[in-house]
């Protein structure tokens, strides 16, 4: 017996992802619609929102470009609105806006503990506080939904400069494992994906030699994974059986220790 998977499992299903606009967002928003889902993109940066938006029309798809800053939870709220207005209820939330900014503790860096702490925990929380209902009504209307945040290998490892980023990733992945327990008996499966380095504008923003240097060292030694490396992850999540939910997904470069 054969079993035939649709080229495109997705259609009918309503995405949306937060930090759309560069790296891991970008190419999970582009491959999410190749699947057949609609898609509401969500970041700051409104030009390459409209660019993705309007590549994705190109190749067939449809999406919505919301500027937003998702620290900003009315500006969320109302993002929410219009997604439920012009693609209804998402089914899909791929909470996925970060930023990584390594430092030793005793430098005091105190505004980039919080821009970490306001972006990856509040952001995320800002996200889930808008979305949810929206999940819930739609999981038991076509019987699935998915939550799906973006930790990293970060949450489970140690690494010495790293310690703010590596605990807001540590708060995404075990609040995806208690929001799995309570989420799950109404059919929205919750994972948290943890990756390890992928080449994107996250590195752009670290501004700690050590950790600049330690990045270039393992760029020269080792193959970092591609954004599009994780967005097929993404669409494989969200494409398996209503019964299947993977909780958590670490996905590492195969030449990267740990
Ligand atoms: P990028 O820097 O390429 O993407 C970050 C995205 O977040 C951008 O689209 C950015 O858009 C958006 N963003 C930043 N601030 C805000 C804000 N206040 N409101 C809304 N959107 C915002 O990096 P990645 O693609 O690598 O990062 C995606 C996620 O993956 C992050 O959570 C990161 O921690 C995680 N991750 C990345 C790894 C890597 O090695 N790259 C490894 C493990 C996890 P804009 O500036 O337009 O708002």
């Known amino acids: 017996m054969t079993t035939q998977t649709s080229p495109r499992p997705l259609t009918g299903r309503v995405a949306v992802i937060t930090g759309a606009s560069s790296g891991i967002g970008e190419a999970s928003a582009e491959h999410l619609a190749e699947l057949g889902a609609r898609v509401a993109v969500l970041a700051r940066r409104a030009d390459r929102l409209d660019d993705l938006v309007a590549r994705i029309d190109k190749a067939g798809g449809q999406a919505l470009a919301l500027a937003v800053d998702v620290t900003d939870a009315a500006a969320v709220r109302t993002a929410a609105d219009r997604v439920a207005a ?42 889930i506080a808008a ?12 019987g699935v939904a998915d939550l799906i945040n973006t930790s990293s290998i970060a949450a489970q490892n140690i690494f010495p400069n790293f310690a703010v980023y590596s605990a807001t990733k540590a708060y995404v992945t075990h609040l995806s494992r208690h929001l799995r ?4 008996p109404k059919k929205v499966r919750v994972s948290a994906i943890e990756p390890g380095i992928v080449g ?37 999540l969200a494409s398996l059986p209503p019964r299947a939910n993977l909780q958590q997904v670490t996905i590492m470069p195969t030449g990267q220790p740990s």
């Open 200 to 236: 994107t504008e996250l590195q752009n923003h670290v501004t700690d030699q050590g950790a600049l240097e330690w990045l270039e060292g393992s760029k020269q030694t080792l193959e970092w994974l591609t954004p599009q490396d994780i967005a097929q992850t993404i669409g494989f």
């Open 86 to 127: 012009e693609l209804g209820d998402a089914d899909l939330l791929f909470n996925n806006a970060g930023v990584m900014l390594p430092a030793p503790i005793e430098e005091l860096a105190t505004d980039q503990w919080q821009r970490q702490i306001d972006l990856n925990i509040t952001g995320l929380m800002n996200a």
């Open 131 to 142: 979305f949810t209902s929206q999940l819930v009504r739609a999981a038991a209307e076509r």
């Open 181 to 184: 327990v309570e989420l799950g």
